[in-house]
């Protein structure tokens, strides 16, 4: 298992790099110019000075391994140097300075080139740092409800197969599968904004938590984005739980389960729900990244400002570095997710062995 | 005679009887299943409804969707007439029109040639790609490892941002290749869904091709001399056409889907040119007077999606051989 773990960690550096070069190579041959937006009063020498100060003088390859060592070095010591000098948990640490560097005219110790957004002339990991727990919030609470409501839905279908319940729960989530987050977003709010006026259209993510009033208004501004994203994870995973549960439902152990007396409860939810959850388990985890990519449209539906947004709003702008690292953490969490679905399923179930 | 009457008696478990029914084929079989299925029978028909209605749709309503019409402004559609009978709406305009008086009916039957066209073609592309590369992984050793490391590859890809992405940069120099912005918009939503869309084709494709490549009449029409391509065309597709059927309707929804959201989100085809999610995206922000503009093309939009993944959900009980009949 170790042994299958290493190896495809390690099989996942040329695939992360690969999705990198696709990634960067798509970015270069974008017609967009940086400095389209700079006055035509600036002469051509001075935009060509800017020009290299944003890192685009030098050949593509240069640029695209410069990218690289900002990325995996540069980006993580900061990292490191901001959890040793400041964060709660790590402060205690010795200060790291793993991020700076000595500069070879004035010999202070200055930090070394982060990657820079062209929008706001800022580290492009500072604002994806900032949009994050907006993100994590809406989409991790929206997934944790999606699965436990999906679960129990899953198990009761298959456990009364063909019954009335069983035909609504496949249609319901047969409609979930179908209407796009960009169609039920506008829906629920036409119904509980416009309508009724029970909830906020809009999620303020200035609002700061600090008492009960603010609390209640946190809940009511996140029930309508957290619907909407749980009801697409609602029906993928009840249909993926209601066949694995049909597929084990008929097997000889559970016979010899009911045949040795053991209460109907007991099978079903020790017996047959342990079996049943591996290829869940798996799906669930397969489903994390696409998650974080479907919310890009729920966040712009109810203008929370996340990474979703984030990356709209660069792609407007033509902020190609911000593109280019949001797009690489997507393909990250997408590597790292599948991973972790196949150490899962090997740690699961003991029949499936890798060596 | 009693003797021979005794000896068919005997030998009567033996003989083969008269067929009870008539012979059927495997087509009639999957029909037969097909049509137990009522959602997917509902999904066919309404998927039918909806091609014919935006294929002959422009003939029977001849009202320019693009047609500025602006003292026939923000009409309402006709049912609103059922309790309020002060609102403007009239069967000159069954749907209403939008806040520049064109015609919201005309417009849904437009967008929905342009969604369904951009929907088929993708999915024929993607279903084209998935199974070359299915096939030719499945079929020939030295091509497997690339082709599967390939698609793994691809799979691994975030799919929505690299086609926000796609989309957006290249816009202009498609526009300009093809000369009108609609032509260029059609082939770069078309291409760049197919080519992010192929890989489960292609998966399902190869199983299936491995494990049918080892079966006795492949073995048998290898030996009578048939070449690698005959016996891809002659032995192979036709028996994986199941699988390819039912991904080709999940490929349809898929398509429908990602056209719609990147006109919601704006990068699809241009203002003038009216596709389901635009219309749906237009209408947001008049959402609070004119909550049937939003409700109008979601609903086609669901109800499309929805049927076709009714469809696909018939069509793989109807083809699977272990299902049927039961």
């Keep these: 298992m170790l042994n299958f773990t290493i190896r495809r960690l390690v099989l996942s550096i040329p695939t992360l790099l690969f999705i990198s070069l696709v990634i960067f190579m798509l970015l270069q041959l974008a017609p967009g110019d940086p400095m389209a937006q700079v006055p035509l009063t600036v002469p051509p020498e001075v935009k060509q000075k800017m020009r290299e100060a944003l890192g685009l003088g030098a050949p593509v390859h240069i640029q695209y391994i410069k990218w690289l060592h900002q990325f995996f070095i540069v980006e993580p010591s900061v990292f490191i140097d901001h959890l040793t000098a400041n964060s709660f948990l790590l402060g205690w640490l010795p200060d790291t300075h793993l991020s700076m560097t000595v500069d070879t005219v004035t010999g202070e110790l200055v930090q070394r080139q982060r990657v820079i957004s062209w929008q706001t002339r800022s580290p492009v990991m500072d604002i994806v740092i900032q949009r994050m727990p907006q993100t994590i919030w809406v989409v991790g609470l929206s997934y944790v409800v999606g699965i436990l409501i999906a679960i129990p839905i899953g198990i009761y279908s298959a456990y009364r197969h063909y019954s009335v319940f069983d035909q609504a729960g496949t249609f319901i989530t047969m409609v979930g599968f179908s209407i796009p987050p960009f169609f039920t977003g506008p829906l629920l709010i036409v119904i509980f904004s416009v309508s009724l006026g029970w909830l906020p259209s809009i999620y303020d993510t200035t609002l700061v938590v600090d008492s009960w009033a603010t609390f209640k208004t946190q809940v009511m501004q996140m029930i309508m984005p957290v619907m909407v994203l749980a009801l697409q994870t609602t029906a993928q995973i009840s249909r993926y739980m209601r066949s694995a549960m049909l597929d084990n439902l008929n097997q000889d152990y559970v016979r010899t389960a009911r045949a040795k007396g053991l209460k109907e409860s007991v099978v079903i939810m020790v017996h047959v729900l342990r079996n ?3 290829p869940v388990v798996t ?6 990244p696409a998650i974080f990519g479907g919310a890009i449209i729920t966040e712009n539906v109810f203008k929370v400002n996340g990474i979703g947004q984030l990356l709209l709003t660069a792609l407007f702008a033509n902020d ?16 790292l997710f599948n991973l972790i679905a196949d150490i899962l399923y090997g740690v699961l179930d003991p029949r499936i062995r890798y060596d | 005679m009693t003797d021979q009457s005794a000896e068919i008696e005997v030998f009567g478990a033996l003989k083969d009887k008269e ?3 008539p012979p059927r084929s495997q087509w009639r079989d999957v029909w037969d299943q097909f049509r137990k299925h009522k959602g997917a029978m509902f999904g066919a028909g309404f998927l039918l409804f909806i091609t014919l209605g935006v294929i002959f749709g422009p003939y029977l309503w001849d009202l320019e969707p693009t047609k500025l019409d602006i003292r026939n402004k923000n009409w309402r559609p006709i049912y609103t007439l059922i309790w309020d ?3 403007i709406a009239g069967w000159a305009h069954p749907f209403g029109t939008d806040q520049l008086g064109r015609d919201i009916f005309a417009q849904m039957i437009y967008g929905g040639r342009v969604s369904m066209a951009v ?9 084209l790609i998935g199974t070359t590369v299915g096939v030719a992984s499945g079929y020939f050793k030295r091509a497997d490892f690339l082709l599967m490391r390939l ?3 691809v799979l691994s890809l975030p799919i929505l941002p690299l086609v926000l992405l796609a989309v957006t940069l290249f816009r202009q120099p498609l526009t300009s290749f093809f000369g009108s912005p609609e032509k260029g918009m059609f082939v770069l939503i078309v291409s760049v869904i197919a080519l992010t869309s192929w890989m489960q084709t292609a998966r399902i494709v190869r199983g299936d091709i491995l494990a049918l490549k080892e079966r006795e009449f492949i073995l048998a029409a290898r030996s009578i001399g048939s070449t690698s391509g005959k016996i891809i065309r002659r032995h192979l597709l036709p028996n994986v056409f199941s699988p390819i059927m039912v991904s080709a309707t999940l490929g349809l929804a898929t398509a429908i889907i990602t056209e719609s959201a990147l006109s919601f989100l704006g990068v ?4 003038d040119f009216p596709t389901w999610g635009k219309l749906l995206s237009d209408a947001v922000d008049r959402m609070q007077e004119y909550p049937e503009r939003v409700m109008l093309p979601g609903i086609l939009i669901s109800m499309t999606v929805l049927s076709v993944n009714y469809l696909g959900d018939g069509l793989r009980d109807a083809l699977d051989p272990r299902i049927r009949g039961r």
Excluded at chain 1, 283 to 288: H, N, P
């Design chain 1, 283 to 288: 799906v669930i985890a397969l489903g994390m």
């Design chain 2, 268 to 271: 699809g085809f241009p203002s």
């Design chain 2, 151 to 153: 698609t793994d590859l």
């Design chain 2, 119 to 127: 929907g088929w073609s993708a999915m024929i592309l993607s279903l």
């Design chain 1, 276 to 278: 049943s959850m591996i």
């Design chain 1, 320 to 335: 190609l570095p911000m593109v280019m690292t949001l797009t690489f953490i997507f393909a990250i969490l997408i590597v």
């Design chain 2, 19 to 21: 067929p009870s029914k």
């Design chain 2, 85 to 87: 009978s002060g609102a």
